[in-house]
């Protein structure tokens, strides 16, 4: 990618973090992102198509970035115990960043999101997994009940709550298989 298009995107990404630190989603324009970031509006609509687009984009290379780093990919089923770890750790290395990008609104689109990426990941080496209503259940409350668990009590203690969620994860797993 050409050093200058990378440089004006990291500007936007920058200002629009700046700006969703400060207010909801819904309230920033794309006239007030364009002058944080020193640029014009036109530029801006080169990278995006309005300020969802530039949200979506930012939310799903978050979490593609999350799930990526998961180790066992293959295994993730026999393994939900160490992923469930593994992903809580990496976005406490990033928890404001988090926390701004998937605020108000937005606060469902995580979930949602590592939902549909560990799914791919799962039918992709367990294709049998697909039409599995239990299994699809099991994901389901794993994902967001974990994430639930980790919000309303990770304050004081992260990564003892981390570390309880991944047993209770490898303990669901082991009865939805």
């Given amino acids: ?14 200002a629009f973090i700046e700006l969703r630190s400060e207010k909801p989603l819904e309230k920033i324009t794309v006239k007030e992102l364009a002058e944080r970031a020193q640029i014009s509006k036109q530029t801006f609509y080169l990278h995006y198509r309005d300020i969802y687009d530039l949200s979506e984009q930012l939310e799903q290379e978050l979490i593609k970035s999350l799930v990526d780093g998961l180790s066992h ?16 750790r990496a976005a406490a290395a990033q928890t404001s960043l988090f926390r701004t990008v998937f605020s ?19 039918l992709a080496h367990n294709p049998e997994v697909e039409h599995d209503l239990r299994a699809n259940i099991c994901l389901t409350i794993l994902i967001h009940g974990c994430y639930l668990a980790y919000q309303k009590h990770s304050a004081n203690a992260p990564e003892e709550v981390a570390q309880i969620l991944s047993e209770i994860s490898g303990e669901i797993t082991s009865r939805c298989q």
């Fill in 104 to 122: 108000g609104s937005r606060s469902s689109a995580l979930t949602e999101g590592l939902e549909r990426e560990i799914k791919k990941i799962i």
């Fill in 1 to 14: 990618m050409d050093l200058r298009v990378q440089k004006t995107r990291n500007n936007i990404l920058d």
């Fill in 73 to 88: 990919q293959e295994h993730l089923l026999e393994h939900s115990k160490e992923a469930t770890l593994e992903l809580f």
